[in-house]
């Protein structure tokens, strides 16, 4: 199994920025490619960003230029940095696998203020 374990959440003003980190311990092999998704109160889960073994990356629409996601393989870790944060950004934050999801961590919070 893998587990996930977000950081780097927190309380932001409109226009700011975060890094957000995913740390990745136990059979990480098993997970060539990695996604961060977000959950905003009240809606549904949604994907993000992903990248695989190559360092390619995917990004949902909405994303806009604004978020850049990265990992390092050889320390299981992934990051996702936040441009011109949005109030429509306040979510918690989660990483798992992009095409089979393990557990879920507990997520980072991340609130935008205007």
């Known amino acids: 199994q893998v587990q996930f374990v977000e950081s780097g959440g927190g309380l932001v003003q409109a226009g700011g920025s975060l890094r957000l980190s995913c740390a990745l311990s136990?059979?990480?092999?098993?997970?060539?490619?990695i996604a961060w998704y977000r959950q905003a109160p009240g809606k549904q889960r949604e994907f993000v960003a992903a990248i695989d073994g190559g360092g390619n990356t995917n990004y949902a629409d909405f994303v806009k230029g604004r978020f850049t996601i990265s990992r390092n393989i050889a320390k299981n870790t992934m990051w996702l940095q936040i441009n011109s944060l949005k109030p429509e950004d306040t979510a918690v934050y989660y990483c798992?696998?992009?095409?089979?999801?393990?557990?879920w961590g507990q997520g980072t919070q991340v609130t935008v203020s205007s």
């Open positions: 136990g059979n990480t092999f098993t997970y060539s490619t």
């Open positions: 798992n696998g992009r095409f089979r999801q393990g557990s």
